[in-house]
């Protein structure tokens, strides 16, 4: 198989994830790392033996034997990075959010397509096998005419006015965060899992810290739960803790909160689909188990073994039933489909493409004018 040469710009957090998977995959070859100093990029090489760093993206940009570029930065450069690489001819994997408002993510979503590029979106958390066997089995029409949808995405690294992180700052990470950070993540699967379209929403945020204390020394995402040490400045804060958000998918109706706030729940996103049919359940903190629920039956947890999944599903679990697969193995598993569909043009992507980062942009947009004019707002298609 002929190798792809790729470069990830970003070693924070998400950087060494992506750095991590990618070694997993078997014909790409990780040929350079770009972060703010070179300092940071020499270091973040030598923990993952790539030969070339720098201190400057734009030399990933310029360097013609480079196939493919991650993006794995703070929010607010995912736009002029994602557009320099495929103005130069590179697919694009960008994490998500695909970029600060619509009219930038559908430039994105128009330039992939004009050049002929791959370009994917790391909504990453659809490559739970389990998520996928719910997908399948709706396919399959197990649940009957979907008629909820509903969930939460639950975190707690957030929940002390001593919490800090730079997703706080909207000049950097937009107008939302915790909408934008994970309850896009919500929105992308249930829209992936059931087949159906958000078409209007109806939200209501809140900020519980009107200032919190941010450090003098700053801090990657989640390192403030391990204590904060040091000056700190009292800084006003703009985007919301949580947030909530009644939802229609057409004939459905549905129901979600997102949280930053809540003690106890480390990575809480909870699905839930009920149909004509039957009922399922999925929770990201037990991601082997899936709940399945009858109306005149008992209810049944399904255990992740793929001899037991549906045909379509089974590829997405590599090891056999009572070896877990977890959130290291969703980016393997979307980071294989990707390079696939570099090597094969002729493979219809299964991955979520710019235009699903678009997708959630339009979400997210019409979630934030629904809470400043407390009233229903339609998601255009």
């Not at 990933?60 to 995912?78: C, E, F, L, M, Y």
């Not at 495929?86 to 009219?103: N, T």
Request: net charge neutral; proline share 5%; hydrophobic share 40%.
């Amino acid at each position: 198989m002929e190798r792809i040469r790729t470069a990830v710009i970003g070693t924070g957090f998400m950087g060494r994830v992506h750095l991590e998977a990618l070694r997993r995959v078997e014909n790409v070859d990780v040929v350079e790392i770009a972060a703010t100093s070179q300092d940071k990029a020499r270091a973040a090489a030598a923990g993952y033996n790539v030969l070339n760093a720098t201190g400057d993206w734009q030399d990933v940009i310029r360097d013609p034997s480079i196939d493919a570029v991650h993006v794995t930065t703070p929010n607010v450069s995912h736009f002029p990075i994602v557009k320099a690489a495929l103005e130069a001819g590179k697919h694009v994997l960008c994490e998500k959010p695909l970029a600060m408002s619509v009219e930038e993510a559908q430039i994105l979503t128009d330039l992939v397509a004009a050049k002929k590029l791959r370009g994917g979106l790391c909504h990453n958390l659809r490559y739970y096998p389990m998520v996928q066997q719910m997908r399948r089995m709706r396919e399959a029409g197990s649940f009957g005419d979907i008629l909820v949808v509903q969930g939460t995405y639950s975190q707690d690294w957030m929940l002390y006015e001593s919490d800090w992180n730079w997703r706080v700052d909207p000049k950097v990470s937009g107008d939302s965060r915790v909408m934008a950070d994970i309850g896009s993540h919500f929105f992308d699967m249930a829209e992936h899992v059931t087949g159906l379209k958000v078409s209007a929403v109806c939200s209501d945020w809140q900020i519980f810290y009107p200032t919190r204390k941010q450090p003098k020394g700053g801090g990657e995402s989640f390192s403030g739960k391990l204590g904060a040490a040091g000056e700190t400045v009292d800084t006003p804060i703009v985007t919301e803790d949580f947030g909530a958000t009644l939802f229609r998918m057409g004939r459905a109706r549905g129901a979600m909160t997102a949280s930053q706030v809540s003690a106890g729940r480390k990575n809480g996103l909870v699905l839930e689909i009920y149909g004509t049919k039957g009922g399922v359940t999925w929770r990201q903190e037990s991601p082997e188990e899936l709940w399945l629920g009858h109306r005149d039956a008992p209810n049944q947890v399904l255990l992740k073994d793929p001899s037991l999944m549906g045909e379509k599903a089974r590829g997405f679990a590599d090891y056999p039933g009572g070896h877990t697969e977890g959130y290291p193995d969703t980016f393997k598993q979307l980071f294989r489909r990707f390079y696939a569909s570099i090597s094969d043009p002729s493979l219809t992507p299964d991955y979520p493409q710019m235009a699903d980062g678009l997708r959630q942009m339009k979400i997210l947009t019409a979630e934030m004018a629904s809470h400043k004019a407390h009233a229903w707002v339609d998601v255009p298609a």
